[in-house]
C-alpha cells in the first residue's frame, strides 16, 4: 500500500472489555512497531517485530497487552480488561529494517476507555 | 535506555523567520531520526542521520550532529504558518533497537 493504514481510527470502549488495532504496514516492510501516545508527550515505544517475531516488546506495560504479527505483514495489538489509563493514540510504524531504519507512521488509533 | 530530550519545549516565532529545535541524549547512539506532528496524530518523518554523519539537508530543514556532546540540532529556514507543529527526535543505541523518543518542541509559527 502507499502508506501505514490502521484501523479503527477511533475506538470507544468500557472498562473491562477486550479490544483489538490493527496496523497494516507499508508492503515490503519487515519491521514493524507499535507506540502509544498520550497527550503532550512524545510517543512511548511498546513492541518491535522483526519479520513474525516479537524483537523488543519490553515496551508492553503489563501482560494485559499483547501484539501478534502471524504471516509477517499485518500486526493486531490486543489489550484485554481495558482500564482508564489505558486511552491514549496508538501508533504503529513500519521500517524496512536495519539497512534503511527510517520508520514511517500510520495515523493512530484513538482509543478511549470509559 | 536511551532518550532524546528536545529544547525548548515551545517556540513561537514569525513567518520568516528561522527556527532551531534541539536534541540532547545520554548515551551513545546509532541513529537519530527527526519527525513532525500535526494535530496529535501520525507522525511524519523528516530525516535520519547516522552516528557517523555530521550534517544533512532536505529542502528547509537542516540537520546536525555532534556526538561529542552528545546532542542534535534541527533548522528550519524561512518558516511558514503551515511548519506550526510539534517536532521530536528518536534514538536507537545500536542497530535492531527501538527507537525512543522525547517530549518533543512545540513550534507555533505566527503569520
Known amino acids: 500500500g502507499a502508506g501505514v493504514s490502521q484501523t479503527p481510527s477511533n475506538k470507544v470502549t468500557e472498562k473491562g472489555k477486550y479490544v483489538e488495532l490493527r496496523c497494516d504496514p507499508i508492503s515490503g516492510h519487515t519491521a514493524l512497531y507499535w507506540y502509544r501516545q498520550s497527550l503532550g508527550q512524545g510517543p512511548e515505544f511498546l513492541i518491535y517485530?522483526?519479520?513474525?517475531?516479537?524483537?523488543?516488546d519490553s515496551g508492553l506495560p503489563n501482560d494485559r497487552f499483547f501484539a501478534v504479527r502471524p504471516e509477517g505483514s499485518v500486526s493486531t495489538l490486543k489489550i484485554q480488561r481495558t482500564e482508564r489509563g489505558d486511552s491514549a493514540v496508538y501508533l504503529c510504524?513500519?521500517?524496512?529494517?536495519?539497512?534503511?531504519?527510517?520508520?514511517?507512521f500510520g495515523p493512530g488509533t484513538r482509543l478511549t476507555v470509559l | 535506555s536511551q532518550q532524546g530530550e528536545e529544547d525548548p519545549q515551545a517556540l513561537s516565532i514569525q513567518e520568516g523567520e528561522n527556527a532551531t529545535m534541539n536534541c540532547s541524549y545520554k548515551?551513545?547512539?546509532?541513529?537519530l531520526q527527526w519527525y513532525r506532528q500535526n494535530s496529535g496524530r501520525g507522525l511524519v518523518h523528516l530525516i535520519l542521520?547516522?552516528?557517523?554523519?555530521r550534517e544533512k539537508h532536505s529542502g528547509r530543514l537542516r540537520v546536525t550532529l555532534d556526538t561529542s556532546k552528545k546532542s542534535s540540532s534541527l533548522l528550519i529556514t524561512a518558516s511558514r504558518a503551515a511548519d506550526t507543529a510539534s517536532y521530536f527526535c528518536a534514538t536507537d543505541d545500536r542497530p535492531g533497537q527501538n527507537f525512543v523518543f522525547g517530549p518533543g518542541t512545540r513550534l507555533s509559527v505566527l503569520p
Open positions: 548515551t551513545s547512539i546509532n541513529n
Open positions: 517485530f522483526q519479520g513474525t517475531g516479537a524483537a523488543d
Open positions: 542521520i547516522r552516528s557517523n554523519e
Open positions: 510504524a513500519s521500517s524496512r529494517g536495519l539497512a534503511s531504519p527510517e520508520q514511517f
